[in-house]
């Protein structure tokens, strides 16, 4: 939860930790990005005016970065232009306070009754994205960093299409420059699942390796 007012934030996160969910709260966007960014999470519940980063800036770089946990926008702003922003900036649910806690509550359980698949293939193993661990076929399982694990998610997510390093940097990489991070990354992957996880594809980047 990306929240500015800390009393109704904490008071969020006890409400949803009581109702059985796992449940943090950053108090300004650039702290909800960096969560988002290095974290694996089912949900994320986002105000609008936020302190360093504004709610639906903080959203768009998530996008753009390839995260596609979905978003809920909490929020004052309530006219319906307000609300086609946010849904057109890519939030799945929008909210307007003041706010019935019953229906909060029963809008996160609609998101996460839509929400994808938590597992791809890589090659002959699973790669649990809520872990962030990939399982091979001997059960033996190997946990990922925040940023291996999504390097690996966009892969796998498009394990036909190779990517040029300035398209992961975009993706996974949003808040940094130059490529020198993007091959250090991809050596992480190799030492960690096995030199064929990602294939080099000369003169363009990376992609998933072959199965």
């Given at each position: 939860m990306v929240e500015d007012d800390r009393e109704l934030g904490q008071l969020l996160v006890r409400l949803f930790r009581g109702a059985g969910y796992a449940a943090d709260h950053a108090t300004d966007g650039q702290a909800g990005l960096h969560r988002a960014l290095t974290r694996t999470y089912d949900v994320l519940i986002i105000d609008r005016g936020l302190p360093a980063v504004e709610g639906l800036d903080l959203l768009k770089r998530l996008r753009r970065a390839g995260v596609t946990t979905p978003a809920l926008v909490l929020t004052a702003l309530g006219t319906v232009h307000d609300r086609v922003a946010g849904l057109d900036g890519g939030a799945e649910d929008y909210l307007v306070k003041p706010f019935e806690v019953a229906e909060l509550l029963a809008r996160v359980r609609v998101i996460l009754r839509r929400?994808?698949?938590s597992e791809l293939a890589v090659g002959e193993r699973v790669f649990d994205l809520l872990s962030r661990a990939v399982r091979g076929p001997d059960g033996e399982e190997v946990t990922l960093s925040g940023r291996e694990s999504d390097l690996l998610r966009l892969f796998a997510e498009h394990p036909e299409r190779a990517f040029s390093r300035s398209e992961i940097v975009a993706r996974v990489f949003p808040d940094?420059?130059?490529?020198?991070?993007?091959?250090?990354?991809?050596?992480?992957l190799r030492r960690k699942l096995g030199a064929s996880v990602v294939t080099t594809v000369r003169g363009t980047g990376y992609r998933l390796g072959p199965s």
């Open positions: 929400r994808p698949a940094t420059t130059g490529d020198a991070l993007v091959d250090t990354y991809v050596h992480y």
